[in-house]
């Protein structure tokens, strides 16, 4: 009944459009979801308008199945509950409701209901005269008025929605509470960085195929291990953002601008020959009738996370080991042979050299899934958990720079953190290294304690530790 799709949007006669995700029903698109989305279109990603469809689509079944319901609150109670328990019957495994809904994770759960607190809060602000008793005018469609009746509903009583779910929410805040399932708190487990031994046959077996070396993902898999980024990221680089280091020749430079207000190439010029000055939201219009892959709604879009620029506005490549950069450029050589031979109507470096459209933009999808079969190949088992998905990449690059002893500023800058705290993740000890400091803790006590006073809750006695007797006699320790 309600289904996802993309909505061009021309706002004014100048013949500009913004392409973003819409709901339609069967009234038509969902117009107050629509121009929450395109008030949002300037900071906020494509992905996210797509979470914030689902969670409206999710509430708008959720009412269609709940249409006698008319306390607010007992309706947004049961709406988060069937979030958490999901709409099959435990003992008949039936669902009357045909919503059909799996119990969905507590993050999961508070972020739906985040993403409608948000929605109906900037409603209730950007239209006030909600709900067709009040504005007798109003031409909307039946779901465009259950939108705005719920959001006048929300005006009335906003303690019932996601604000309210907080732990800490002061008891002084007026209406009803509605909190989420507290979880057991939980060590995270070991970080999911790729093997560090397996890298190079990843890169040299991984990705050969068919006795030919797949130089375009081995430069991509280069850039995740050696230089930390995100999986994302390599998509946007154009061509001329690779180029030989100064100080080092046989090593590269790698400036990854962003997608929308990176600096434009220099060789754009006007029609009179004249260098161009501008970002290149504005070099792709200009010059390729492209919007940035950000904007893009189709397989070709890929993100972009943010954090901290290295300058306005490009991620620098920072390799460790040094010796990753020196085999990025020479294999940056040999792919650049290949794409010297095939025709490209846009600037960025990584193509379609053998598939259909020859010369298209390479998409993020088709690296994950050649990526999954290189670590196949090698005999390595594909899983997040493992690090062999992409981003394990950029897990094992902050694990190393840790290892090596890189001060914390350092790595937050090289991993292009913006605060010190983001780069915890990536750089937390593992189960074995919690191990082993155990271990050496245990060998510094016993060197220490040797025949020393000590101070021990145990009585007089003696255990055996590895068939070596160890004798308490009083406070003292005899080995």
């Excluded at 019932?160 to 779910?165: E, I, K, M, N, S």
């Amino acid at each position: 009944m309600f289904v996802p799709v993309k909505a061009r949007v021309f706002t004014d006669a100048t013949g500009v459009f913004t392409e973003i995700p819409a709901l339609l029903t069967p009234a038509g698109v969902l117009e107050p979801l629509l121009d929450y989305c395109l008030s949002r279109a300037h900071d906020r990603s494509l992905t996210w308008m797509t979470k914030v469809n689902r969670s409206a689509r999710m509430f708008l079944e959720y009412l269609q199945c709940n249409p006698a319901e008319r306390d607010t609150y007992r309706l947004f109670q049961n709406f988060a509950q069937r979030l958490y328990t999901g709409t099959f019957d435990r003992k008949t495994g039936l669902d009357p409701s045909s919503l059909c809904w799996q119990p969905r994770s507590a993050q999961d759960a508070g972020n739906i209901i985040s993403h409608l607190t948000d929605f109906f809060d900037w409603l209730v602000e950007m239209r006030p005269t909600t709900a067709q008793q009040v504005n007798p005018l109003y031409a909307g469609g039946l779901y465009d008025h259950m939108a705005d009746e719920t959001a006048y509903q929300f005006r009335r009583n906003k303690a019932f929605l996601g604000h309210t779910w907080a732990a800490n929410a002061s008891p002084e805040a007026t209406g009803h509470r509605v909190r989420s399932q507290r979880l057991p708190k939980f060590e995270t487990g070991d970080p999911p960085s790729f093997p560090d031994e397996r890298f190079t046959d990843l890169l040299m077996t991984g990705f050969k195929v068919g006795g030919r070396h797949d130089y375009r993902n081995m430069l991509i898999t280069l850039l995740l291990h050696g230089a930390g980024f995100r999986a994302s990221e390599p998509f946007h680089l154009y061509v001329g953002d690779v180029f030989p280091d100064p100080s080092n020749n046989s090593s590269a430079i790698v400036l990854i601008h962003h997608p929308a207000h990176g600096t434009a190439p220099a060789d754009w010029r006007d029609a009179q020959g004249k260098p161009r000055k501008g970002n290149r939201a504005a070099y792709l219009a200009e010059k390729f009738g492209l919007a940035p892959r950000t904007e893009l709604m189709d397989s070709r879009g890929t993100g972009w996370k943010g954090g901290m620029h290295d300058a306005p506005y490009y991620k620098q490549a920072y390799w460790f080991l040094p010796g990753y950069g020196e085999l990025f450029l020479q294999l940056w050589n040999f792919y650049m042979e290949e794409v010297a031979c095939v025709d490209r109507h846009h600037p960025f470096a990584f193509i379609n050299l053998r598939r259909s459209p020859l010369g298209g933009m390479y998409c993020l999808n088709q690296y994950n899934k050649a990526h999954a079969a290189a670590c196949k190949r090698i005999g390595l088992p594909v899983s997040k958990a493992l690090g062999t998905t992409p981003h394990g990449h950029r897990h094992a690059y902050g694990r190393r720079l840790k290892s090596a002893g890189i001060d914390q500023a350092l790595i937050r800058r090289f991993m292009h953190h913006a605060s010190l705290e983001s780069q915890e993740i990536y750089t937390r000890a593992s189960t074995k290294e919690a191990i082993a400091a155990l271990v050496a803790g245990a060998q510094r006590l016993r060197a220490s304690l040797s025949g020393r006073d000590v101070q021990t809750d145990h009585p007089p006695g003696s255990f055996n530790f590895k068939n070596e007797e160890i004798i308490y006699c009083g406070n003292k320790i005899i080995s």
